[in-house]
Every structure is written in structure tokens, then in C-alpha cells.
């Protein structure tokens, strides 16, 4: 679990009586090998198949309601969701900074409680004090604190220089200092770069 917040009674955008919402992404180390070695694994979109399944079967086991950020449109807010959590903020590159995961946090779902459980409390965020080396790190000057150029991204991803960014992930989000400690393979990242620029 990648934190919680507790949900107003009757507050709009949730499903009817929900308390306490979850979110859920993966934990290094451990997940990829797990993942590349399940039944999804090979057909089409294996991440969100496998997502579905265990978080589904998780939302039953506990009578909750199972959310997902892909599957739209409509989609759920879930970056606005994480904000919530106090334990996810935006970044100085506008991408939502974990306190744990850094710049390599993803969510792949959320549970939808209808009960008051007890959430991870907020913690410091890790761009305080921060350096800030993800403003500069970003070689085609696609991803800086003005914003995102995804066209320019994607030029730059078609060249031989952009071979580090496909083969070990995007260099802003491993250039954070957080992001480094977290045991996230480059493969992993490799594979969800193929994704992102097909």
C-alpha cells in the first residue's frame, strides 16, 4: 500500500459509502519477477490484467470496490488521489514523487473501503532540501519544471541517444535521489518505456 485517506461521508467521485480509500501499486524488490512469472504475463496488456485479477480478487475478500487508473475514459483522479495520501506529492518536474519510491512510483489501483480504517501517516516530503537534479536531467529538454513536451520526447526517443532512456527508464526519473535507492530493475523500467513509446 502506497498510503490512504479517509473520504468524507457522501463526498462526490467515489463509489456510494466509501470511507477509507487505498491506494495500491507495486513493491520492490520482488514485484517484476513475480509479475513476469504469472499467467497474464506474454498476452496483451499483462499489467493491467494481473492488476484486475489480484487487486480485484483482493476488493472481494474484503467486500470493498476495486478502482484503476486505466480503463477509460472516464478515469479516476488518481493523481489527485495520491495527493491526498500525504505520502505522494508533486514533484519540481510536475510527476508525483513518492516518499519511499521516489519518481518511480506507480499506482495500479485503489481499494474503496466502506469502513474507517487507520491510513499511513503523512510523512516529509522528499523534495525538501532537495537539490532538484530531475530539473536537469531530462538530455532532449523534454521534462523540466516549465512542463512536459511529449512530441520532443518522442523524437528524442527515436534517436541513438535516446537508447539510455528506453534501455534503464527516463533519466528524470532515475536522476532523484529517492528513485536511486528504490530496488526498481531496469528492466522493468525498459519494458514500460516500450510501452509508453510504441
Do not use: N
Amino acid at each position: 500500500m502506497l498510503g490512504g485517506f479517509t473520504v468524507a461521508e457522501g463526498e462526490e467521485g467515489f463509489p456510494a459509502g466509501t470511507r477509507t480509500l487505498l491506494m495500491l501499486g507495486p513493491a520492490e524488490p520482488g514485484f517484476w519477477a513475480h509479475l513476469t512469472a504469472q499467467p497474464e504475463w506474454g498476452g496483451p496488456d499483462p499489467v493491467d490484467r494481473w492488476s484486475r485479477r489480484v487487486i480485484g480478487r483482493i476488493a472481494c475478500d474484503l467486500g470493498a470496490k476495486a478502482l484503476f487508473p486505466f480503463g477509460g475514459p472516464p478515469y479516476h483522479p488518481f493523481y489527485q488521489w495520491a495527493l491526498r495520501t500525504g505520502r505522494v506529492w508533486d514533484s519540481p518536474v510536475r510527476l508525483l514523487v513518492h516518499a519511499g519510491q521516489g519518481l518511480m512510483v506507480s499506482f495500479r489501483g485503489a481499494l474503496a473501503l466502506k469502513e474507517a480504517v487507520p491510513v499511513p501517516p503523512p510523512v516529509v516530503r522528499p523534495c525538501d532540501g532537495c537539490p532538484a537534479p530531475c530539473l536537469t536531467a531530462c538530455p532532449a529538454g523534454a521534462l523540466t519544471g516549465a512542463g512536459y513536451d511529449l512530441p520532443v520526447c518522442h523524437a528524442f526517443l527515436d534517436q541513438a541517444a535516446g537508447a539510455k532512456c528506453m534501455t534503464g527508464g527516463c533519466l528524470v526519473r532515475r536522476a532523484c535521489p529517492v528513485s536511486q535507492s528504490y530496488a526498481r530493475l531496469p528492466e522493468q523500467s525498459a519494458y514500460h518505456m516500450g510501452q509508453f513509446h510504441k
